[in-house]
């Protein structure tokens, strides 16, 4: 789908498809821009504002709740990440800015099996070692589950930011592998550091 206007949210964050976005509305602005999207049930542009500008590539945001709603105006939304785009130019002709933007998928290959279960037995690991608690998390190992394990990276946005322009679901679970493979030896020395020798009588 090409040259689509639609409202953008810049933020400090980097929105995969499928991941959950909370968010406090209480600028005016975006009070119009989430009134709009609720009114006509539209989707937001998520785009990650940097200190240089604007990244080029986003995730839309579909509304699937109002949490809450303040006497003033502000509200708490519950998200998801949807669909990628691209920006093709800025409009500020509104309150809120506004992109014409193209959308679109993966067009590369798709990981295998193999890629999948060696990288998301890597991601639990590190999340582990790292002390992350996450919700649980349900994998299915069927399908694509790169955008899955990303979003829950503590990862720099700089790293997330690149995942997310990728268009093959195999380089983007490669491109985790490695990043996993890099921290884990840290990881894995700082948890024998920690490890009390011979716990429950066991020799370790």
Do not use: W
């Amino acid at each position: 789908m090409h040259g689509m206007k639609i409202p953008l949210f810049p933020l400090d964050v980097v929105l995969f498809p499928g991941a959950s976005l909370p968010l406090h509305i209480f600028e005016e602005r975006y009070k119009e821009m989430i009134g709009l999207c609720l009114a006509d049930e539209s989707s937001f542009g998520v785009v990650r504002a940097q200190q240089d500008g604007l990244a080029v590539v986003g995730c839309t945001a579909r509304i699937l709740r109002v949490l809450h709603e303040y006497e003033d105006g502000r509200l708490d939304i519950f998200c998801r990440g949807d669909t990628r785009f691209e920006i093709e130019s800025l409009e500020q002709s509104r309150s809120f800015l506004e992109a014409e933007v193209n959308f679109f998928e993966d067009d590369g290959a798709m990981a295998s099996r193999q890629q999948r279960e060696e990288c998301a037995a890597l991601h639990f690991e590190t999340l582990e070692l790292a002390g992350i608690e996450v919700a649980t998390m349900h994998v299915s190992l069927d399908g694509p589950i790169s955008f899955d394990l990303a979003s829950v990276l503590p990862t720099d946005l700089g790293f997330k930011q690149q995942l997310l322009a990728i268009r093959s679901d195999a380089e983007r679970t490669e491109r985790l592998r490695e990043f996993y493979e890099t921290v884990l030896p840290q990881l894995r020395k700082k948890a024998q550091k920690m490890r009390p020798a011979g716990r429950n009588g066991n020799v370790m």
